[in-house]
């Protein structure tokens, strides 16, 4: 996923994601792997990026590999703070990079 996520119900767009992470984790087997650069999220975003990676974190308590990469521009540090902060809670691999930005 990327870009910024504000719309005002986030549900309508994250249901459908929500929704595809169970199945797949439902009914597959192989390791899940989040790449997100996202730009901003606005509170509704946020709550439904934490029940995305609530999901990982069960999966990943009962042995499934899950795994998030967050690469984000190294201007928006607010971005990365809010990365940080999601990664405190995980428990699987949470990486968080810098792009590379060409000046």
């Known amino acids: 996923m ?7 119900n986030s549900f309508d767009l994250f249901g459908r994601v929500i929704a595809w992470v169970e199945a797949f984790l ?5 390791p899940l ?9 606005n509170t509704s975003s946020v709550k439904a990026m934490m029940d995305i990676f609530d999901l990982l974190e069960e999966a990943h308590e009962s042995g499934r590999e899950v795994g998030v990469e967050w690469r984000y521009d190294p201007r928006n540090e607010r971005i990365a703070e809010l990365a940080e902060e999601f990664k405190e809670d995980c428990s699987y691999p949470f990486a968080i990079r810098p792009l590379e930005v060409s000046v």
Not at 2 to 8: I, K
Not at 33 to 41: A, E, F, I, T
């Open 33 to 41: 792997s989040l790449d997100l650069q996202l730009v901003y999220l």
């Open 26 to 30: 439902g009914q597959e087997s192989r």
């Open 2 to 8: 990327q870009g910024d996520s504000y719309p005002e």
